[in-house]
């Protein structure tokens, strides 16, 4: 069965530093990877998805993220961070059902963030 | 262009209650999936609907049911409410041929 780690439970940041998030996943097969947010009283919207090809991958709001498949790992990157970046951040590994997703989230992560 | 909509945002119950929670899904999606968050946890899949019928099912008890109805719209179904059960439910929806999920705002569900 597909599993989800992200290790750090709260990562506090200043405005403007830049940012990782890891996340690391056990799948059998090549994944299906995908990072999303949560603002507080919201629902996840999308930041990036990595189905296959380039190992880096652009998202929305400057996010990206870097599939390493020796490491099993998808971690998130932004290179600085602004206010409005602090919500609840998950990563997702997807298996598919007849071609639709059905991804298994981590835990999350917070995102603080400090002026 | 609505995205996906849930209702209602927030419920209270009691134990033993039953609870009816709805979704309908963005335009031109078919395919309508729930998922359950508890407090400080990431979202767990409950059960995915497509052409009426439930496609896959997570790991929840049959006191969580559902049904698709032909307008996509969905509607998810909780009997003999434990506390246990208090959470967000998130509604999510994709189009055909797959995509990754679109989800709504959720419904706030309190069990006491």
């Known amino acids: 069965a597909q599993s989800v780690t992200q290790p750090d439970i709260h990562i506090t940041v200043s405005e403007g530093a830049s940012l990782e998030l890891r996340c690391n996943y056990s799948y059998g097969a090549t994944p299906y990877l995908f990072w999303y947010v949560q603002s507080p009283g919201q629902g996840l919207q999308l930041l990036l998805k990595y189905f296959s090809g380039d190992t880096l991958v652009q998202g929305i709001k400057g996010f990206e993220a870097e599939f390493k498949r020796s490491q099993s790992s998808f971690n998130l990157r932004k290179p600085s961070v602004h206010w409005s970046d602090a919500a609840e951040y998950f990563c997702a590994v997807g298996p598919t059902s007849g071609g639709s997703y059905i991804p298994t989230f981590g835990r999350g992560t917070s995102l603080i963030v400090h002026p | 262009d609505a995205g996906v909509t849930q209702s209602p945002t927030h419920l209270i119950k009691t134990r033993g209650q039953q609870v009816t929670l709805r979704c309908s899904p963005k335009?031109?999606?078919?395919?309508v999936s729930w998922y359950q968050q508890a407090l400080g946890q990431g979202p767990q899949f409950i059960f995915q609907y497509y052409e009426e019928e439930e496609r896959q099912r997570g790991n929840f008890p049959d006191r969580f049911s559902g049904h698709q109805f032909p307008n996509y719209s969905s509607e998810l179904n909780v009997n003999a409410l434990l506390l246990g059960d208090s959470a967000l439910y998130l509604c999510?929806?994709?189009?055909?041929?797959?995509?990754?999920?679109?989800f709504g705002n959720g419904t706030r569900l309190t069990v006491t």
């Open positions: 999510a929806s994709s189009p055909p041929l797959g995509s990754p999920l679109h």
């Open positions: 335009s031109g999606h078919d395919t």
